[in-house]
């Protein structure tokens, strides 16, 4: 499986991205791996607070590119469904009523900037590297902008979503996308310091909170918005400009966007 769960006896869920072998890049099956686990931890009794991880060297590289390729050439509708899925992961993520805290360590790149600018808490590893890579392969980070809008400002996402650029895990913290960063090999400590705080406080106070938050977030969008959205990335992805990034990536050449 792709998505792993645990709940603990605190009422703490772990949920680790598990395709090491791929960086844990995200395809359609990590997406319904999410998305399952987002049901079945919802579903149950007592939960407090979800951790969420990436089994070995890296996080999340964000959209396994031959995964994007082949949906990229499917009918208009399967494209659509592939957006809709990973913007829901995302969203719901944004929206569970209970604290999420996330623990990168190594690459977190394009989908995985979303992930983790959904979650609460950030604490990022002095080895992670950030970028918000879409427009490199041609495609929008359009189904993650609020929530990055919401984690970086509008001003440096200006900056980030449109150069593609990478980032240590030090300009992670200072515009906002991780709250701390501390040694590799503290970070599973620094986690469980944050799990700490938080089981210490009343949970419908954290979520009533939590959804105030939101109303004033960009990340709080109503159907409408989250449907221009999906069409809106989706689209993107069917673009012969698309289709120019997606082959310099299998390629391994320059991208010629003249063409």
Not at 115 to 133: E, T
Not at 143 to 166: C, K, M
Not at 250 to 258: D, G, P
Request: hydrophobic letters at 45%; proline letters at 4%.
């Amino acid at each position: 499986m792709p998505v792993v769960t645990d709940l603990d006896q605190r009422g703490v869920a772990s949920v680790t991205l598990d395709r090491p072998e791929a960086g844990n890049a995200y395809n359609g099956a990590m997406i319904h791996g999410l998305l399952t686990a987002l049901d079945d931890l919802s579903a149950r009794p007592g939960l407090r607070v979800v951790v969420l991880k990436g089994n070995g060297r890296h996080f999340q590289a964000g959209a396994d590119l031959k995964w994007i390729k082949e949906v990229s050439v499917a009918s208009p509708e399967e494209n659509e469904r592939a957006s809709r899925a990973t913007a829901e992961a995302i969203d719901r993520f944004n929206r569970l009523p209970v604290p999420t805290v996330a623990l990168v360590q190594g690459g977190c790149f394009g989908g995985g900037t979303g992930m983790v600018a959904a979650c609460d808490v950030v604490i990022a590893a002095d080895n992670a590297v950030f970028s918000i890579s879409e427009v490199r392969w041609g495609l929008t980070a359009a189904i993650i902008i609020p929530q990055l809008g919401d984690a970086i400002s509008a001003r440096q996402l200006r900056r980030y979503a449109l150069t593609g650029e990478r980032f240590d895990a030090a300009e992670a913290r200072r515009i906002g996308l991780a709250h701390e960063v501390v040694p590799l090999d503290g970070l599973a400590a620094a986690g469980e310091a944050i799990v700490g705080r938080l089981l210490e406080n009343g949970p419908q106070a954290i979520a009533e909170t939590k959804a105030w938050i939101l109303k004033s977030a960009w990340g709080g969008f109503d159907g409408a918005t989250f449907d221009a959205f999906c069409a809106s990335h989706a689209a993107k992805r069917q673009t012969p400009e698309a289709a120019e990034g997606l082959a310099s990536f299998a390629e391994k050449r320059a991208a010629n966007w003249a063409r």
